[in-house]
């Protein structure tokens, strides 16, 4: 079974930057889609970018608050997966997460947070002013 564990996490300050990366474990190969979700708390989980195999980021399902400042990249030797976060503000503050679609199946074909099939634990981001 897959395991995935979030790192990169923490406190900086309104306007920095900050890289999360999602390492993947027992993956019998990379070919599935990697997603990046955040959850505010009390809110239920928002994604924020996902990329396919190949390593084509898919920024389809993610909001406008995070156009243009968030990038979603893929290790191929590794399969380490990692979200680029700049410009933060302090409405970034949340929990983020990483998660792994079903094998072979690629993006486009999931559907919301529901067609991911494993997660990570989670790496809280906080935005101080």
């Known amino acids: 079974r897959v395991q995935l564990v979030e790192s990169g996490g923490g406190t900086v300050q309104s306007g920095g930057s900050l890289r999360l990366s999602c390492e993947v474990s027992?993956?019998?190969?990379?070919?599935?889609?990697m997603g990046w979700f955040r959850q505010f708390e009390g809110k239920e989980r928002e994604e924020v970018g996902r990329?396919?195999?190949?390593?084509?980021?898919?920024?389809?399902q993610y909001p406008d608050s995070v156009k243009g400042r968030f990038t979603v990249s893929r290790d191929a030797a590794t399969g380490t997966v990692y979200l680029q976060m700049n410009s933060l503000t302090q409405e970034d503050t949340a929990m983020y997460y990483c998660?792994?679609?079903?094998?072979?199946?690629?993006?486009?074909?999931?559907?919301?947070?529901?067609?991911?099939?494993?997660w990570g634990q989670g790496t809280q981001v906080i935005i101080s002013s």
């Open positions: 990329i396919d195999p190949d390593g084509t980021p898919r920024y389809t």
């Open positions: 027992n993956a019998v190969d990379n070919d599935y889609c």
């Open positions: 998660a792994a679609g079903p094998i072979g199946r690629w993006c486009a074909f999931i559907s919301g947070a529901a067609g991911f099939r494993a």
